[in-house]
């Protein structure tokens, strides 16, 4: 009986420390990660973003990805909140409404920051993303960057 359960007993062992070998994802944290007010909107992120981005480990506080290694989605609370500027747009969703300071680069790398917020909220997403998805999952963020009040709005 015991010889029968022996290889069980490795392979229920060894599930979890295959689970640890998953990667972590870099991602630097924001200058005011300690801030009390992203501890609720890091745990009302969602788990999947785009439909089939799963929520990926990172190792900084304060900070979350989606998606695997140059293909990642990240996210940092605790950047420092932007000024007004051209770049305002207000994403609509069912969740609530968020105004986004929104960036491309020459690379394709898109930033969105949120607006009138302190703390902001900082979305990184790669051209390595965007070539298989829109950028429209931003509005799946609302429910948690809403759990910073919003002091002013873009127009």
Do not use: Y
């Amino acid at each position: 009986m015991l010889r029968r359960a022996l290889p069980v007993l490795l392979v229920v062992a060894l599930v979890p420390a295959l689970g640890a070998c998953a990667p972590t994802i870099a991602v630097q944290a924001a200058p005011d990660a300690a801030n009390p007010a992203c501890a609720p909107v890091m745990l009302a992120l969602p788990d999947v973003l785009a439909g089939d981005l799963e929520k990926a480990r990172t190792a900084a506080q304060a900070t979350a990805a989606w998606g695997t290694g140059g293909a990642a989605v990240t996210l940092r609370c605790g950047v420092t909140p932007p000024g007004p500027s051209a770049d305002c747009q207000q994403v609509e969703s069912t969740s609530g409404t968020v105004d986004w300071i929104v960036q491309a680069s020459d690379d394709g790398t898109w930033r969105f920051t949120t607006f009138g917020r302190d703390p902001a909220v900082e979305v990184t997403v790669p051209p390595a993303v965007t070539k298989e998805h829109s950028t429209s999952f931003i509005g799946d963020l609302a429910q948690a960057v809403g759990h910073v009040e919003a002091t002013k709005t873009c127009s």
